[in-house]
Structures are given as structure tokens and as C-alpha cells.
């Protein structure tokens, strides 16, 4: 988030910034609805992006990532838009997202380093692209 609010300046939040929010509605409520619970809170709205860094992109049916796909179905209702970097087939990310990058599986051994090395990138370009980017990184504007 700190690369989308410093280099770009998009108002950008993630659940984990709050930490005592989250660990309360974790202990409170329970995994299931703490992502959804948090967009509700925050006010999602159809001018807003949720963009998903996911290895698995969510999964009812294997129990993977449940609240991630009750986030989704959030947007979904409010409207907001949802971009995605997810692995293998990309779960339940990759079937609601209005875009999705879905990083190949090369070694099926390394499915979650590979995709979450790739997560990386994606972000630094974005971050790093000149229609975005606002403001110097710190070792590029050193001389």
C-alpha cells in the first residue's frame, strides 16, 4: 500500500493496516467475514478498485481463502471494480475479476514463491509507470 500512496498517490488501503481492527473482527466474527466486514466499514463504492494479490484467488469448495471470496462478492454488490494477480487457475478471483493476471505454473513445486515473485513485479510496474507515478523513489532521486 505504501508504494500506491507515496510513488503514485492513489488512497489506498489494506486490512492488514489496522491490525487491532482486524485482529478484533477475526476474534469477534471469525475469518470467514473479516475481509467483506472491512470493505463494509470502509465504505466501498462503485469509483473503487479492490485489487487482489492471491496465490489461490479463493476457493469455497476446498475452503480456501473463504473470506477473500465474501470480499469479492462485496464488490461485486457495491459495484467497485476488481483486478487481480493470482496463480494457477486463479480460483474464484479469476472468474469475478474485471481483469486478472493469472501467473503459470512452471514448477509445480513453487506454485506460491513464483506467484507471489511475480505479485511483486506487477506491483512495482504499475507503481513505477509514468501515467501513475507522482512522486521519486528514494534511490532514483538520489544524485
Known amino acids: 500500500m505504501n508504494d500506491f500512496r507515496k510513488i503514485t498517490g492513489i488512497e489506498a488501503y489494506a486490512p492488514t493496516d489496522n491490525v487491532s481492527e482486524l485482529t478484533a473482527r477475526t ?3 471469525g ?8 470493505l463494509r466499514v470502509s465504505r466501498l463504492a462503485p469509483d473503487d478498485l479492490v485489487l487482489v494479490f492471491s496465490v489461490g484467488g479463493g476457493n469455497v469448495e476446498k ?7 465474501a470480499a ?4 461485486k454488490i457495491v ?8 496463480g494457477r487457475d486463479g480460483g474464484y478471483t479469476a ?10 505454473t512452471v514448477n509445480p513445486d513453487h506454485v506460491t514463491p513464483h506467484t507471489e515473485a511475480f505479485q511483486a513485479v506487477v506491483w512495482h510496474l ?9 512522486g521519486a523513489t528514494k534511490w532514483e532521486s538520489v544524485r
Open 79 to 86: 459495484g467497485a471494480r476488481i483486478a487481480g494477480v493470482v
Open 31 to 38: 475469518w470467514a467475514s473479516v475481509f467483506d466486514a472491512w
Open 126 to 134: 504499475l507503481v513505477s509507470d509514468p501515467r501513475l507515478k507522482v
Open 63 to 69: 475452503n480456501v481463502s473463504p473470506n477473500l471470496v
Open 72 to 75: 469479492l462478492d462485496y464488490a
Open 95 to 104: 472468474k469475478v475479476a474485471d481483469a486478472c493476471v493469472i501467473v503459470p
Open 27 to 29: 476474534n469477534d466474527e
